[in-house]
């Protein structure tokens, strides 16, 4: 994700911001900038890629004088990684410098209209609307400008601003992305994340949605939406460096499970419309929809086993076969495919070799390609006729989480999205866009719900090998369920659809065999519960998944998973949380290293 940091004082600005900015490479980023004010001149230095190129560019800072100014990594949402795209952005005037954090949904809009008024773009970002806003605003006041722009915007944003009118000030504005001020002794300071502030000050102040704040060498003002100033206290920072990384959680991982709800919202958020799901990046899609005979989804990992969660719904609401395929396959499987083929590849990284050859094996044979994924201007994103963003941010644990169910989020909102355009859905389809509205505080509820993992997995992390079970969407679940337990945990994790059972597996059920058994689809539970009975009266131990007040499966279950009563044709995004928590745990439990478990890689790369 983008970071963000701000510095006014007395010494040279520039090597303070790349310092934080070097704090912040954590987070993924691929290009970055800065802009300092000398007296009421600005300079941007701006380079796609590493830190590195920049401190090179800018000889440490030496080479940029001045005491006031702003930095920002980049991870691309809108528009590729270049330098053109890299933030600070100016004015046309020069006036004004701005980093942005977030989403700007009605940047198109607004890029309209202010090309009209005579405006230059520069770049492809949301982010560009902003600083020409400004300046179209500015009549000598800066916070009234700031005021009437944000009156503007739609969206997240975490901004940093410098105008040349003002030497030594720098703007911080907040709405629904982190900011958080630094205060110093004769210097403040501003970031994205608390690790970019800790080498100069402990004490900070948390911005809140809708606050702003003017930063000079000696103050700190803090207003809020209308500019009536506010007053709020520094607390001190306790954590480290590494503590604060991680947000203050032991591992990636865990943050990056607790990140869900808000990875989740990005997501739909700017495809959610009054009218229905919109996909503004598909509408070259929409007049051949009604051509595609089949839909073939192909991936690896965990990204297939989102494929196999997102079949359910895209078949029962769009009607259209969906088939689901291992990239790793596909691509030697002499496929039947031609023009009337839509091929969904999924992938968080966008360079998973095996992907990217299916799927240019497909392209050649005819079929229409979408990519959801969550890299901007990944090899996958480029390939494809269309690009589906995933907004998960940048995911640094090697086990995926929020990746996985932004892809199944996505998938669901192409089922509405198709079956709506081809006229396929009725009454149903509030009540559906409802229900995807609701994920984000339903998947915290099954972050919350779960406060007992850490005793369960003391309980099973010395099992020998855990036998996953489902039916329909929840063995789609227990695939990934499954692969999460193994990688992390190291221990032996199979998914089996629970109707396989007498087919052979359950000749390895024995006394304490701990089999979890995964119960969100009422229309296939009964089925379940009989496997449940049947494992249980061959000695397992049974770990069910399934809503509070399920009465019969509590009553046969040994021990108990929970999450909120959701519809199963979009259940997986909620079933998978309290798995994640207990893969986590159980790998806690076994010592082993989370974040980089042995052998794997991030991004496969090669074959
Ligand atoms: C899952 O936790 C793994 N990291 C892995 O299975 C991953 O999903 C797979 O390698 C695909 O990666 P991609 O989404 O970047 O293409």
Same mark, same amino acid.
């Given at each position: 994700m983008c970071g963000i940091v701000g510095f006014t004082g007395r010494q040279s600005a520039a090597p303070v911001l790349l310092e934080g900015l070097k704090k912040l490479e954590y987070r993924g980023y691929d290009s970055a900038g800065i802009a300092v004010m000398d007296g009421k001149s600005i300079t941007v230095n701006k380079v796609r890629g590493r830190i590195a190129n920049l401190c090179e560019k800018t000889k440490d800072g030496a080479k940029v004088p001045g005491t006031t100014g702003i930095g920002h990594t980049r991870w691309a949402t809108?528009?590729?990684?270049?330098e053109e795209n890299a933030h600070p952005h100016l004015s046309n005037d020069g006036r004004f410098a701005i980093v942005h954090n977030g989403i700007i949904e009605n940047y198109l809009s607004l890029r309209e209209e202010l090309t009209q008024d005579g405006y230059h773009f520069?770049? *492809?970002?949301?982010?560009?609307v902003i600083v020409h806003l400004l300046e179209m605003y500015y009549r000598g006041n800066v916070r009234d400008a700031l005021i009437k722009t944000a009156n503007r915007l739609r969206g997240s944003y975490a901004l940093g601003v410098i105008c040349s *009118?003002?030497?030594g000030k720098i703007y911080a504005v907040r709405e629904a992305s982190p900011l958080i001020l630094g205060v110093g002794i004769d210097e403040n300071f501003f970031a994205s994340d608390v690790t970019a502030l800790v080498n100069h000050t402990r004490n900070v102040i948390y911005l809140e949605d809708g606050e702003f704040a003017e930063l000079s060498d000696t103050s700190i003002r803090i207003f809020d939406c209308s500019g009536q100033e506010i007053h709020k206290k520094a607390t001190r920072v306790l954590w480290d460096v590494q503590a604060a990384e991680k947000g203050g959680y032991e591992h990636f991982m865990l943050k990056e499970i607790m990140e869900q709800p808000g990875a989740v919202k990005a997501t739909l958020a700017p495809r959610m419309k009054e009218h229905g799901v919109e996909f503004e990046e598909l509408t070259g899609l929409l007049p051949k929809l009604p051509s595609i005979r089949k839909i073939l989804i192909t991936a690896c990992g965990s990204a297939y086993y989102a494929g196999c969660a997102g079949k359910y719904a895209l078949e029962h609401l769009a009607r259209i076969p969906v088939e689901v395929e291992l990239a790793s396959e596909l691509r030697y499987s002499d496929p039947l495919i031609d023009e009337s083929t839509l091929l969904i590849v999924i992938s968080?990284?966008?360079?998973t070799a095996d992907t990217i050859a299916a799927m240019k094996e497909c392209k050649a044979r005819g079929a229409k390609t979408l990519a959801i994924v969550n890299?901007? @201007?990944?090899s996958v994103a480029t390939l494809a006729d269309f690009a589906v963003y995933t907004? /998960?941010?940048? *995911?640094? /644990?090697?086990?995926t989480t929020k990746g996985y169910t932004t892809q199944v989020t996505v998938l669901y909102m192409l089922a509405l999205y198709f079956a709506d355009h081809l006229n396929?859905?009725?009454?149903?389809k509030a009540r559906l866009q409802e229900a995807l509205q609701a994920m984000p505080r339903r998947i915290q509820e099954s972050i919350d719900m779960n406060a007992n993992i850490p005793a369960l997995a003391r309980k099973y992390h010395k099992a020998k090998a855990l036998f996953f079970i489902g039916r329909n969407t929840d063995y789609a679940v227990a695939l990934e369920g499954a692969l999460k337990m193994k990688e992390i945990s190291y221990l032996h994790a199979e998914a089996y659809a629970?109707?396989?059972?007498?087919? @052979?597996?359950?000749?390895?059920?024995? *006394?304490?065999q701990p089999v979890i058994a995964l119960c969100a689809?009422?229309?296939i539970m009964e089925k379940t519960l009989s496997n449940m009975v049947e494992v249980k009266s061959r000695g397992a131990e049974v770990l069910a998944l399934t809503f509070r007040n399920n009465q019969k499966i509590l009553s046969v279950a040994d021990d108990l998973l929970f999450m909120p009563e959701v519809d199963p044709l979009f259940s997986a995004v909620m079933e998978i949380v309290p798995l994640q928590l207990l893969a986590y745990y159980v790998a806690r439990e076994n010592g082993c290293d989370i974040d980089k478990p042995k052998n794997l890689a991030k991004s496969v790369t090669v074959e």
């Amino acid at each position: 994700m983008c970071g963000i940091v701000g510095f006014t004082g007395r010494q040279s600005a520039a090597p303070v911001l790349l310092e934080g900015l070097k704090k912040l490479e954590y987070r993924g980023y691929d290009s970055a900038g800065i802009a300092v004010m000398d007296g009421k001149s600005i300079t941007v230095n701006k380079v796609r890629g590493r830190i590195a190129n920049l401190c090179e560019k800018t000889k440490d800072g030496a080479k940029v004088p001045g005491t006031t100014g702003i930095g920002h990594t980049r991870w691309a949402t809108h528009g590729a990684p270049t330098e053109e795209n890299a933030h600070p952005h100016l004015s046309n005037d020069g006036r004004f410098a701005i980093v942005h954090n977030g989403i700007i949904e009605n940047y198109l809009s607004l890029r309209e209209e202010l090309t009209q008024d005579g405006y230059h773009f520069l770049s *492809e970002t949301d982010t560009e609307v902003i600083v020409h806003l400004l300046e179209m605003y500015y009549r000598g006041n800066v916070r009234d400008a700031l005021i009437k722009t944000a009156n503007r915007l739609r969206g997240s944003y975490a901004l940093g601003v410098i105008c040349s *009118e003002e030497p030594g000030k720098i703007y911080a504005v907040r709405e629904a992305s982190p900011l958080i001020l630094g205060v110093g002794i004769d210097e403040n300071f501003f970031a994205s994340d608390v690790t970019a502030l800790v080498n100069h000050t402990r004490n900070v102040i948390y911005l809140e949605d809708g606050e702003f704040a003017e930063l000079s060498d000696t103050s700190i003002r803090i207003f809020d939406c209308s500019g009536q100033e506010i007053h709020k206290k520094a607390t001190r920072v306790l954590w480290d460096v590494q503590a604060a990384e991680k947000g203050g959680y032991e591992h990636f991982m865990l943050k990056e499970i607790m990140e869900q709800p808000g990875a989740v919202k990005a997501t739909l958020a700017p495809r959610m419309k009054e009218h229905g799901v919109e996909f503004e990046e598909l509408t070259g899609l929409l007049p051949k929809l009604p051509s595609i005979r089949k839909i073939l989804i192909t991936a690896c990992g965990s990204a297939y086993y989102a494929g196999c969660a997102g079949k359910y719904a895209l078949e029962h609401l769009a009607r259209i076969p969906v088939e689901v395929e291992l990239a790793s396959e596909l691509r030697y499987s002499d496929p039947l495919i031609d023009e009337s083929t839509l091929l969904i590849v999924i992938s968080q990284s966008g360079e998973t070799a095996d992907t990217i050859a299916a799927m240019k094996e497909c392209k050649a044979r005819g079929a229409k390609t979408l990519a959801i994924v969550n890299v901007v @201007g990944s090899s996958v994103a480029t390939l494809a006729d269309f690009a589906v963003y995933t907004w /998960a941010g940048p *995911e640094i /644990a090697v086990a995926t989480t929020k990746g996985y169910t932004t892809q199944v989020t996505v998938l669901y909102m192409l089922a509405l999205y198709f079956a709506d355009h081809l006229n396929r859905i009725g009454e149903e389809k509030a009540r559906l866009q409802e229900a995807l509205q609701a994920m984000p505080r339903r998947i915290q509820e099954s972050i919350d719900m779960n406060a007992n993992i850490p005793a369960l997995a003391r309980k099973y992390h010395k099992a020998k090998a855990l036998f996953f079970i489902g039916r329909n969407t929840d063995y789609a679940v227990a695939l990934e369920g499954a692969l999460k337990m193994k990688e992390i945990s190291y221990l032996h994790a199979e998914a089996y659809a629970a109707g396989e059972l007498k087919h @052979g597996t359950i000749a390895l059920i024995e *006394e304490h065999q701990p089999v979890i058994a995964l119960c969100a689809n009422p229309s296939i539970m009964e089925k379940t519960l009989s496997n449940m009975v049947e494992v249980k009266s061959r000695g397992a131990e049974v770990l069910a998944l399934t809503f509070r007040n399920n009465q019969k499966i509590l009553s046969v279950a040994d021990d108990l998973l929970f999450m909120p009563e959701v519809d199963p044709l979009f259940s997986a995004v909620m079933e998978i949380v309290p798995l994640q928590l207990l893969a986590y745990y159980v790998a806690r439990e076994n010592g082993c290293d989370i974040d980089k478990p042995k052998n794997l890689a991030k991004s496969v790369t090669v074959e």
